[in-house]
C-alpha cells in the first residue's frame, strides 16, 4: 500500500487555529510536514531542515509562530544521527538552527522540547549523543531563557544512561519531570535546577520510560516502562550497543538503585 506513513515521532494541533484543523508531525526520517485540513492532504513544511530525521516538535503558546524542531532519532529500531535543534519563527515556513551538536555533543539527536506557556524565549530540551560514536553516550538536559541564543547545561549524564524525555506540569512551570533510561523518574521544582529521584515504585534500572501528566490534576502522573530484550539484537550490535547492554546487565545483576540528582 502507498498510504501508510513511517514512524511518526512528533504531533501538535496548531494552537493558533480554532478550528483544529492545522496539524504539524514530525517524521523519523521524512522532515516536518503540515496539514490545513483534519489529515486530508499533507504538504512538507521542512525549508531549512539539513536533517529530515524530526523526533520532537514544539510550539509556544503564548506566540504560535514559534515553533521548535529536533533532529535525529534516539529510540529503538531508530538511532538515527541529526544535527540538533532548530527553530521556525514564522509558522514552520522555513527552519534555521539553534544547537549544533558541534557545540553541544549530548544534543545531536532531541528526544524532547517544552516551552514555558507564559514566556516564549524560555525553552528546554533533552537530547543525547550519537550512539554511533566511538565515545561514551552522553545524555543531558538544556535550557535557554533567550530563545535559544545561549544554552544552560541543567543535567548531563555520561555513563550511557539516557534522557527519555522532560515535561513539565501543566499548572506550574518550575514543577518539571524527566524520564532517564537506567534510572528512572526525576523532579525538579526550580525550573530544572536540581533534580531528585522519585522514582519509588518503578523497575530497578528501567530502561525507557514515557510520562504522562493529567490535565485536571497534575498530581496524577503515568509511567510506562520498556524492558527490551537483547537476544535479537546480539547479532547486530555495534561495540558501543555492547558495551552498553553489559554495563546495564552488570547493574541489574548487582541489584543496584537509581542514581542520585544530577
Known amino acids: 500500500p502507498g498510504n501508510i506513513s513511517g514512524r511518526t515521532r512528533a ?11 492545522t496539524w504539524f508531525a514530525g517524521a523519523a526520517t521524512g522532515g516536518v510536514w503540515k496539514t490545513i485540513n483534519g489529515g486530508s492532504s ?6 531549512g531542515l539539513p536533517n529530515l530525521g524530526t523526533n520532537a516538535l514544539a510550539q509556544s503558546p503564548s506566540s504560535p509562530d514559534i515553533i521548535y524542531a529536533g533532529t535525529g532519532e534516539q529510540y529503538g529500531g531508530g538511532d538515527i544521527n541529526g544535527s540538533g535543534l532548530f527553530k521556525s ?3 514552520g515556513q522555513d527552519w534555521f538552527q539553534i544547537i549544533s551538536p558541534d557545540e553541544i555533543p549530548s544534543a545531536q539527536q532531541i528526544g524532547r522540547i517544552i516551552i514555558n506557556p507564559e514566556n516564549k524565549d524560555e525553552v528546554v530540551v533533552s537530547g543525547t549523543s550519537s550512539r554511533w560514536s566511538q565515545e561514551s ?3 543531558g538536559i538544556y535550557k535557554s531563557l533567550d530563545g535559544g541564543i545561549s544554552w544552560l547545561e541543567s543535567l548531563l549524564l555520561t555513563n550511557g544512561d539516557v534522557v527519555d524525555m522532560v515535561l513539565n506540569d501543566p499548572k506550574n512551570w518550575k514543577i518539571q519531570y524527566a ?6 523518574v ?13 522514582s519509588m515504585g518503578l523497575p530497578i534500572n528501567p530502561e525507557r520510560i514515557e510520562l504522562g501528566i493529567s490535565p ?3 498530581k496524577v502522573i503515568w509511567a510506562s516502562e520498556e524492558t527490551v530484550s ?10 558501543e550497543h555492547r558495551r552498553l547492554r553489559l554495563v546495564r546487565e552488570k547493574k541489574k545483576g548487582g541489584g543496584g538503585g537509581g542514581g542520585g540528582g544530577g
Open 89 to 91: 519563527t514564522n509558522h
Open 11 to 21: 504531533f501538535f494541533v496548531d494552537a493558533s487555529d480554532a478550528s483544529q484543523n
Open 137 to 139: 553516550v552522553k545524555s
Open 186 to 198: 526525576y523532579k525538579s521544582v526550580n525550573s530544572g535546577k536540581n533534580w531528585l529521584n522519585k
Open 42 to 47: 499533507w504538504k512538507t513544511s521542512s525549508t
Open 230 to 239: 537483547y537476544t535479537h539484537l546480539r547479532a547486530h550490535e555495534t561495540p
Open 179 to 184: 524520564a532517564i533510561n537506567g534510572r528512572g
Open 216 to 218: 485536571v490534576n497534575s
